[in-house]
C-alpha cells in the first residue's frame, strides 16, 4: 500500500539556517505530493505541492522537487525565520488509493533567533 | 472564498460521556468531508470520509461514529468517551472531483479526563 516516510524530529536550527526535511513515499501509482505545515495551536495548512516528476513546488521560500528515481520530496529553504516554527507533513494522494491523503508522521521545526 | 469552521475549540469531557463535534464548510458545494486525529505528537489518522449526504466511510474501527445530515456538515460523535479518545480533532474538506488538495479546519482539542 501507499506510505510517507519523513525524517523524525524535533529538528532545531538558528534563524537563517538552510533547512532540509527528507521525504520518501511508496506508491503504487503516479500520486500526488505535497508538504502540509501546522503552526501550534492551527489546523494544517497546504504549503506546497507538486503533481508530476520533475516538477518543483514552491511557496513563502520553501522548495521541494518531486524525485520519481528516488521517490522522494524533500522539503528545504535556504534561509529560516523563528516563524518557519511549526510541524510539517509530507503526504501523497494517489488515485488508486481512492484519491486518500496519506500523511507522514510530520517533522517539528524550531527555529532559534 | 471557502471557510471551514469547527466546534468547539476545546473540550474537556469526562470518561464515559457522550461526544458531538461539528464542522461545517461554507464557500462550496458537494465537498468530499474528512474527519481527522492527531494524538499528541503524532501525525494524522484518518477517521472517516464522505463523499455526499448520507454516505460515510470508516477507516479505523472504534467507539466514534460520523453522520453528514447536510451537504456542509460533518459531525463526529460518540455515545461514551474513552480515556484514548483525547487527541486534537481536525476536519477537512476536498474538492469533489480534484480531491487531491485538502482544507483543513482550526481543530477541536478534547480532553477526557
Known amino acids: 500500500g501507499n506510505s510517507v516516510t519523513q525524517m523524525e524530529g524535533p529538528v532545531t536550527l538558528s534563524e537563517e539556517a538552510f533547512l532540509t526535511i527528507n521525504c520518501t513515499y511508496t506508491?503504487?501509482?503516479?500520486?500526488?505530493l505535497f508538504w502540509y505545515v501546522q503552526y501550534p495551536g492551527e489546523g494544517l495548512q497546504l504549503l506546497l505541492k507538486?503533481?508530476?516528476?520533475?516538477d518543483k513546488g514552491s511557496n513563502k521560500g520553501f522548495e521541494a522537487t518531486y524525485r520519481k528515481e528516488t521517490t522522494s520530496f524533500h522539503l528545504e529553504k535556504g534561509s529560516v525565520q523563528v516563524s518557519d516554527s511549526a510541524v510539517y507533513f509530507c503526504?501523497?494522494?494517489?488515485?488508486?488509493?481512492?484519491?486518500?491523503?496519506?500523511f507522514g508522521a510530520g517533522t517539528r521545526l524550531f527555529v532559534k533567533a | 472564498s471557502q471557510t471551514i469552521h469547527q466546534w468547539p475549540a476545546t473540550l474537556v469531557q469526562p470518561v464515559g460521556s457522550p461526544l458531538s463535534l461539528e464542522c461545517t464548510v461554507e464557500?462550496?458545494?458537494?465537498?468530499?468531508l474528512y474527519w481527522y486525529r492527531q494524538a499528541a505528537g503524532r501525525g494524522l489518522q484518518l477517521l472517516f470520509y464522505?463523499?455526499?449526504?448520507?454516505?460515510i466511510s470508516s477507516e479505523v474501527p472504534q467507539n466514534l461514529s460520523a453522520s453528514r445530515p447536510q451537504d456542509r456538515q460533518f459531525i463526529l460523535s460518540s455515545k461514551k468517551l474513552l480515556l484514548s479518545d483525547s487527541g486534537f480533532y481536525l476536519c477537512?474538506?476536498?474538492?469533489?472531483?480534484?480531491?487531491?488538495?485538502?482544507?483543513f479546519g482550526p481543530g477541536t482539542r478534547l480532553l477526557v479526563l
Open positions: 464522505s463523499v455526499g449526504i448520507g454516505q
Open positions: 503526504a501523497l494522494s494517489d488515485r488508486t488509493g481512492g484519491f486518500k491523503t496519506i
Open positions: 506508491a503504487t501509482g503516479y500520486p500526488s
Open positions: 477537512a474538506w476536498s474538492v469533489r472531483g480534484a480531491q487531491e488538495t485538502q482544507y
Open positions: 464557500g462550496t458545494s458537494n465537498p468530499n
Open positions: 507538486a503533481t508530476k516528476a520533475d
